[in-house]
């Protein structure tokens, strides 16, 4: 077993404290990575504060990693010793169902492997995550990183990046398209810079009038505060896609409205409480509302490939591990420009 070191918190009430456990030893596809840098994701919060239900403790969060491989296992082909690689949201899947078959392992219909709050293949031994010194991972699991990214912006492409760059792929967004982005947060302002790298006119829209300058300096074209709602009626029927990265409870009818006929509203948040939708929302427009988890091992990597050569990163505030707390506190007020990532040497 190798002794590992990192940030857990023992229940959903608690801060999160130092904590020693133990990774396993590499099998012969497995690598070893010395964890560089871990962004925080919303989605560590939701989970460490059991928001969702069923949470794992203790709990080492952390699924947007970037490190480099300092021990490989003895069949292992994609990987050498000394080269960046990444993990995102999961470490392995079943391999045999439709989803894992069609590379949408994140759609997994046997086990998925979550990143941490999740257990290994055997059901049994639970997963722990980034923030912490190293990961043991299989190598088809884990992700290629050009030296062209800088290292701690890509940390969040392997979360906030996959999330958003899978539905606007999957829904062909494009030149000639209006895009609303709401809520300009990790996920948000990712999905401003990628609508905007394939053409898509963005919106954001934002509780947040102090984040109007960056939307404009992410790619977006224009800007509007959702808090007012004669600026949203003015929108109306404006939108053929709308993603909405919105970590708390609203009004999804508000945004609904927004669509043009057959237009698509893509859930990516996840807010604690369900949200309620008018049936009229979607009836009067043929509008349809569809969620998307992260994306599959194929897609992340042709993420991270187009990232690397559109220059495109994620804007972020680098931290010592001692502040992960205090970063947490801010993310859930909003207060941050617009990924809080930790520098794993500080651990
Ligand atoms: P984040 O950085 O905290 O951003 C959330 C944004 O939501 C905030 O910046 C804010 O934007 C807006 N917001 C926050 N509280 C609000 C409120 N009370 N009313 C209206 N707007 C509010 O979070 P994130 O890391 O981007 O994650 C966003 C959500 O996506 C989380 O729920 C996370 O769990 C989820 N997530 C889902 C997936 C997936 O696979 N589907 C993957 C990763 C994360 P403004 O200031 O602009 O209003
Ligand atoms: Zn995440
Ligand atoms: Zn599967």
């Known amino acids: 077993m190798l002794p590992t070191r990192g940030y857990a918190t023992k229940d959903p009430i608690s801060v999160l404290e130092p904590f020693n456990f133990e990774r396993r030893e590499l099998g012969p596809h497995d690598v070893l990575i010395e964890i560089l840098y871990c962004g925080i994701c919303h989605s560590d919060i939701h989970q460490a504060r059991d928001e969702w239900g069923g949470s794992i403790f203790p709990m ?40 894992c078959k069609a590379g949408l392992e994140q759609y997994c219909e046997g086990h998925l492997v979550l990143t941490y709050n999740g ?4 059901k049994k031994m639970p997963t722990y995550g980034g923030y912490s010194s190293q990961i043991v991972a299989d190598e088809n699991y884990t992700l290629k990183i050009s030296s ?6 890509a940390a969040p492409l392997l979360c906030a990046g996959i999330t958003t760059y899978s539905p606007l792929r999957h829904f062909k967004v494009g ?38 300058e960056d939307a404009h300096r992410l790619g977006a074209h224009n800007f509007v505060v959702s808090r007012d709602a004669k600026n949203l009626e ?27 006929r057959d237009g698509v509203l893509v859930l990516v ?40 050569a559109k220059n495109i990163a994620s804007d972020v505030e680098v931290i010592p591990i001692q502040q992960v707390n205090e970063a947490w506190e801010r993310t859930i007020k909003g207060d941050v420009r617009y990924r809080f990532v930790i520098d794993m040497k500080t651990l």
Not at 73 to 87: N, W
Not at 148 to 153: F, K, N, T, V
Not at 288 to 293: M, V
């Open 60 to 99: 080492v969060p952390g699924h947007e990693i970037i490190g480099r491989v300092t021990r490989v296992g003895s069949q292992v082909k994609r990987f050498k010793i000394g080269e960046l690689a990444g993990v995102g949201c999961f470490v392995d899947s079943c391999r045999v169902c439709a989803s």
């Open 175 to 212: 030149p000639g398209q209006r895009v609303g982005v709401v809520g300009l947060g990790g996920l948000g302002h990712m999905a401003v810079k990628l609508a905007a790298s394939m053409g898509a006119e963005v919106t954001v829209l934002s509780t947040s009038k102090t984040k109007e």
């Open 269 to 308: 948040g996840v807010p604690a409480k369900p949200l309620q939708v008018e049936a009229f929302s979607l009836i009067l427009k043929r509008r349809r509302l569809t969620g998307s988890a992260i994306g599959g091992i194929r897609e992340t990597q042709e993420m991270l490939d187009y990232c690397a």
């Open 234 to 260: 003015a929108l109306a029927n404006r939108f053929d896609f709308i993603l909405d990265a919105v970590s708390a409870p609203h009004d999804l009818n508000a945004y609904l409205n927004l669509l043009r």
């Open 148 to 153: 062209q990214l800088p290292l701690a912006g």
């Open 119 to 122: 257990t290994e293949k055997d």
